[in-house]
């Protein structure tokens, strides 16, 4: 597992922001930020929890097929938030509503792939609009 943090600690507020925590693990990654406050050692981290790599590894190399799939990131994920006292976390995720939305976000960017198929071909990016 390789892992990457940027933080920063405040002696003023006994506090360490963590700009930047990311984790590569053989099948789940995280990337995430958020404050852990020492003083009443409690939490409140926003983490992205990124999984199914071989599955995204696979259908990320094939054309259109990918965005389907995939979505804009190429990546199969979800929000998670934990929250609370630093030796007993509370996490929040909305992998049920995700996993409900999933066939509606398909079906959307099955009925946006040609336009983005089109700007791709013009140069009109969502960058440039």
């Not at 940027?6 to 990654?29: A, C, H, M, Q």
């Not at 259908?59 to 630093?86: E, S």
């Not at 030796?87 to 398909?106: R, S, Y």
């Amino acid at each position: 597992m390789l892992l990457n943090i940027s933080f920063r600690y405040s002696p003023n507020t006994n506090k360490i922001l963590v700009k930047e925590l990311n984790t590569i693990g053989n099948s789940v990654d995280f990337e995430g930020n958020g404050i852990i406050d020492l003083k009443s050692d409690e939490l409140d981290m926003n983490m992205h929890l990124i999984f199914l790599k071989g599955y995204s590894n696979i259908v990320k190399n094939i054309p259109v097929v990918n965005y389907l799939f995939l979505g804009n990131n190429n990546r199969v994920d979800t929000n998670v938030k934990i929250v609370g006292k630093i030796d007993n976390p509370k996490v929040e995720t909305n992998f049920i509503k995700e996993g409900l939305n999933a066939p509606l976000d398909f079906g959307k960017r099955i009925l946006n792939t040609p336009m983005n198929l089109y700007d791709s071909i013009t140069g009109n990016s969502e960058e440039e609009k």
